[in-house]
C-alpha cells in the first residue's frame, strides 16, 4: 500500500481509458475513495463497473473540464461525499488531431485543445487547491506530456497546453506550498491509450507495430499502468518533500537528442 491513499477522497478526471482508468483501478486497490470524471458517460459507466469489481469506493460525473462550472460543482460534490478533498488527479485531455505546421494552424483548434488541457487542469486546481489550503494538506498531479518538454512528440496547439501545464505546475507548486499541498506533473511518453489509438491502429494496419517506442531507450511503449503507478507516488505520502516537479515517465525519450534516424 502507498503511504497517505487509503481512505484519501480523491478526484481523477478522464477516468474512461488510458491513464485515468488505470489509475481509478490503482487508486481503488489502494484504499482511495474515488470521484471519477469523464466527458464519455458510456466510458465513464464502464471504469465505474470496474473499479467497483475491484472492491472501490467510486462516485462519477460526466463532466467536461473545459466547463468551470462542471469542475467547481464535481469539487464540491466530492467534499460533500468525502468530507474532503485530498487527491486531485487532472488527467483529462484531446490533442487537437492536428499535426501540421504552424502556417496551417487555425485559432479554433488552438482554443479547444487550450480549453481542455490547459483551463481544465487550471479550473480543477483552483476549486480543489482552495480546499486542499484550508485543509492543510493535499496533492495534485497534472498530466502533462513529453511533448511539453520536447518537439517532435505532438502537434502544435497539444504541445504549447502541455508546456504550459508544466509552467502551471511550477507556479501553483510555489502558490500552494504554504499551506501543505502538493502540485507535480507527470510527462507521458508514447503510451498506448484512446486518445493515441490512431496512431496505433495505423501502425499495426501497415505491419510496423514493432516501430512503436522504437526512438525510446527502452525500445518499447509505455502502459497505462506505468504512468498510473507515477501518478500514485506522486500523490502519496512517499513524495511528501516533492513539489513543483515534472517527472518525464518515457522509456527514456527524453534523455537524448532522440532526432529520427539516429535509433536502429
Known sequence: MAAGIRDRAAIITGAGSGIGRATALRFATEGARLMI??????????????????GGTVISRCVNVADEQAVADMVAATAEQY?????????????????????????????????????????????????????????IVNTASVAGIRAGAGGNAYSASKAAVINMT?????????????????????????????????ARDRGKEDKLGARCELRRYGRPEELAAAILFLASDEASFITGQALAVDGGNTASLNMPGMKV
Open 83 to 139: 468530507g474532503s478533498v485530498d487527491i486531485l488527479c487532472n488527467n483529462a485531455g484531446i490533442t487537437g488531431g492536428t499535426y501540421g505546421p504552424i502556417t496551417d494552424d487555425d485559432a479554433d483548434t488552438w482554443r479547444r485543445v487550450l480549453d481542455v488541457n490547459l483551463l481544465g487542469a487550471m479550473f480543477g486546481s483552483k476549486y480543489a487547491g482552495r480546499i486542499m489550503a484550508e485543509q492543510q494538506r493535499g496533492a
Open 170 to 202: 511550477q507556479t501553483s507548486a510555489c502558490d500552494l506550498g504554504q499551506y501543505g499541498v502538493r502540485v507535480n506533473a507527470v510527462c507521458p511518453g508514447l503510451t498506448e491509450t484512446g486518445m493515441t489509438k490512431p496512431v496505433f491502429d495505423y
Open 37 to 54: 470524471a469523464d466527458v464519455n458517460e458510456e466510458a465513464l459507466a464502464e471504469t465505474v463497473r470496474q473499479v467497483e469489481t475491484a
